[in-house]
């Protein structure tokens, strides 16, 4: 087969100036909303040991400043296109554990049920975005440049 006609998962994604422009807005677009939540979990660390502690978690204060860190450093690194691929699928898995001990809408009843289905599909969709991100990679738009 020739090289041109099978799959190559390890390629930089094809479509020029275009497809690297969507990536780089992808990336500004997935990654705001960890640098965000991050900055805010440790500039209110107290109160994020806090809302970790009411979920019977241990070390609520280490996994709030864990958290926090993970989602400004993976963030960042979504951002400018750094270790991408690395950084979007721990983006992904924070993600899923944040959702099945902070969302768990199953367990709830009521507007609390309804509030945490609304953010555990939120954050479905973010994970979807991504796991894409890891698959085709950042981008010639980037520190990866790939």
Known sequence: MAHSARLDATAPARGGMMSDTLLA????ALAGVFLTSGFAKLVGLSGTAGYVASKGLPAP???AALAGLGEVVLGAAVVIGFKTRLAALGLAVFTVLATAFFHNFWDMEGADRMQNQIHAMKNLSIIGGLLILAAVGAG????DRR
């Open 25 to 28: 807005l992808d990336r500004i």
């Open 61 to 63: 204060m280490v996994l």
């Open 140 to 143: 010639r738009l980037s520190a």
